[in-house]
T-cell receptor, first 114, second 112 residues
């Protein structure tokens, strides 16, 4: 199994630019989670999907952030426009089932907004 | 909402010494509890999880954790630290619907 795949692994962009992060969950998993990790705030849940439907987006910082899951094998997290305070490591994780199951994390995307 | 508190953001132990990382939870229902490990520049990896089947849970790499309801604790232990155990460790509690609430993490340093 390839595990959760994220791309790009590193992204450097300038303030105001659009950033798109991509995630491919483990095949057969029906829940997908986006997290952000910073030194100051630790690991924060941004949004999660179940069967491609967003269940809870209360962690999304503001309207500049949006996430989609057009099918079971692909999700995107978009930041438009990006700001320096968005610099962080963004993780995608997936799990099977609707109850509390083990989440499997991708390697993360390290984002730097200049 | 359910939450966890990890006591000690940094823990240092000597190689071969006991590892003890502390986690206390707050939950109104029987919790699902997890310990994850994060090595530098990598994603989180599951060490072990508690789902009420047994109070003592054994995980990978020689780690184990004991669920103590009376103390609302789920501390992580390993009898003998190895240099390769140096990493960030996260305790987490599961919410209905599948989301996890993570603690702030504890950085484990292992000295020779």
């Amino acid at each position: 199994d390839a595990g959760v795949i994220q791309s790009p692994r590193h992204e450097v962009t300038e303030m105001g630019q659009e950033v798109t992060l991509r995630c491919k969950p483990i095949s057969g998993h029906n829940s997908l989670f986006w997290y952000r990790q910073t030194m100051m705030r630790g690991l924060e849940l941004l949004i999660y999907f179940n069967n491609n439907v967003p269940i809870d987006d209360s962690g999304m910082p503001e309207d500049r952030f949006s996430a989609k899951m057009p099918n079971a094998s692909f999700s995107t997290l978009k930041i438009q426009p990006s700001e320096p305070r968005d610099s962080a490591v963004y993780f995608c994780a997936s799990s099977s089932g609707q109850r509390v199951e083990t989440q499997y994390f991708g390697p993360g995307t390290r984002l730097l907004v200049l | 909402a359910q939450s966890v508190t990890q006591l000690g953001s940094h823990v240092s132990v000597s190689e071969g010494a006991l590892v003890l990382l502390r986690c206390n939870y707050s939950s109104s229902v029987p919790p699902y509890l997890f310990w994850y490990v994060q090595y530098p520049n990598q994603g989180l990896q599951l060490l072990l999880k508690y789902t009420s089947a047994a109070t003592l849970v054994k995980g990978i790499n020689g780690f184990e954790a004991e669920f103590k309801k009376s103390e609302t604790s789920f501390h992580l232990t390993k009898p003998s630290a190895h240099m390769s155990d140096a990493a960030e460790y996260f305790c987490a509690v599961g919410e209905e619907g599948g989301a996890l609430n993570f603690g702030k993490g504890t950085s484990l340093l292992v000295t020779p």
